[in-house]
Structure formats: structure tokens, C-alpha cells
């Protein structure tokens, strides 16, 4: 079956600073990956996609980096803010069927 | 525009009743997906519908759930003699090419 896990369940960084969120990935045939944020209580926001043909995409102070050999995709977030502090998931698409992480959960220190 | 919304934002609900959740999706989009967020965890694919085919019921986990989807638009996610496991956030999406999906808050349904 498909699996899509995350390295690490929590993230602490310092406003400012990157942040760089882990993802991998089990099925060699995906074609198409997203990341979401989820605030408390809100339902899971797009943040930014990125296809099997390509291994970087960015976004307005995001990146998405996929690494095909290693089944790996990153997120990372340039300058974090207060405001970023959320709940970060991967995403693959398998068929009609998306794939989600368990998540991590991204606090921002002032 | 208007986002996808659901109703009821809450449930409370004895072991053993039904209870519906409703989706409208964002107006035109073609496909819609019911999601199970459980406490702490990712989100648990249960249904997809696309345009007029027939629905991806795979990840519906028992008999007990059943949706349907009426003109094309508002969905309907049933859930039948409810269980305690049950007890979950459940997430709707709508999507006008079936990859970007926009979700809409949930419904938090709590079996006591």
C-alpha cells in the first residue's frame, strides 16, 4: 500500500530563520505532490505543488525540493514567521487517491 | 468567491445513531473528496467523486458509511449506528482538475 511519512512530528525555530520540513514517500509512481498547511481548527490550506518531472518549485517565500531517487520531498520556508506556525503535510497523488502524512507540526519562537 | 463549506461545524452524537455531514463544494468544481482526520494523525482518504462516473468508494472503512453527491454539487457523508471510533474530524475538498484541492473547515463529530 502507500505510505507517506515525516521525519520529524515537531519543529522549533526562531523567527527569521528557514525552516526545512522532511517528507518521504514510498510509491516510485506518483506523479504529483503537495504540500498543505493546517491551522488549529481550519481545514488543510494548499501551500504549493510540484510535479514528478520536476525537482524544484518555488513559491512566495517556499520552496519544494523532490528527490526521485531517494523518495524524498522537502518543504522549506524562507524567513519563518509567527505566522507560519501550523501543522505541515505531504501529499501524493496515486490514482483518484491522495496520500497524507501524519504531519509536522512547525512552532515559530518569537 | 465562496470556499467550500460543511455543516455542521460540530456534531454530537449518541453511539448507535446516523448522522449526515454536509459538503457544497466551490461552485463548478468537478471533483469532490471526503476526508477522516482523526486526533493528531494525517487525513484518511474515504470517498472521491468526478464529474458523473462512479464514485472511488475504496477507503470508505465500513458498510456503515455511504455518500452520494446530488447534481453534480452538494455531498452528503452518512454514517450509520455510529461507533466510538468513529469520533473524528471529517474534511471535505473540491477541486476543478482533480489536483489542487481546496478544503473546507470540517465537521468535528464526537460519538459519546
Known amino acids: 500500500g502507500e505510505s507517506v511519512g515525516l521525519h520529524l512530528p515537531t519543529l522549533s525555530v526562531q523567527e527569521g530563520d528557514n525552516s526545512i520540513i522532511n517528507c518521504a514517500y514510498s510509491n516510485s509512481a506518483s506523479d504529483y505532490f503537495i504540500w498543505y498547511k493546517q491551522e488549529s481548527g481550519k481545514g488543510p490550506q494548499f501551500i504549493i505543488d510540484?510535479?514528478?518531472?520536476?525537482d524544484k518549485r518555488q513559491g512566495q517565500r517556499v520552496t519544494v525540493l523532490l528527490n526521485k531517487t531517494v523518495k524524498h520531498l522537502s518543504l522549506q520556508i524562507a524567513a519563518t514567521q509567527p505566522g507560519d506556525s501550523a501543522v505541515y503535510f505531504c501529499a501524493e497523488k496515486g490514482g483518484n487517491q491522495f496520500y497524507f502524512g501524519t504531519g509536522t507540526s512547525l512552532t515559530v519562537i518569537p | 468567491g465562496a470556499g467550500v463549506s460543511q455543516s455542521p461545524s460540530n456534531k454530537v452524537t449518541e453511539k448507535g445513531k446516523d448522522v449526515e455531514l454536509r459538503c457544497d463544494p466551490i461552485s463548478g468544481h468537478t471533483a469532490l473528496y471526503w476526508y477522516r482526520q482523526s486526533l493528531g494523525q494525517g487525513l484518511e482518504f474515504l470517498i472521491y467523486?468526478?464529474?458523473?462516473?462512479?464514485?472511488?468508494k475504496s477507503g470508505l472503512p465500513s458498510d456503515r458509511f455511504s455518500a452520494e453527491r446530488t447534481g453534480g454539487s452538494v455531498s452528503t457523508l452518512t454514517i450509520q449506528r455510529t461507533q466510538q471510533e468513529d469520533s473524528a474530524v471529517y474534511l471535505c475538498?473540491?477541486?476543478?482538475?482533480?489536483?489542487?484541492?481546496?478544503f473546507g473547515p470540517g465537521t468535528r463529530l464526537t460519538v459519546t
Open positions: 475538498a473540491s477541486s476543478l482538475i482533480s489536483y489542487e484541492q481546496y
Open positions: 510540484i510535479r514528478s518531472n520536476m
Open positions: 467523486f468526478q464529474g458523473n462516473s462512479a464514485p472511488d
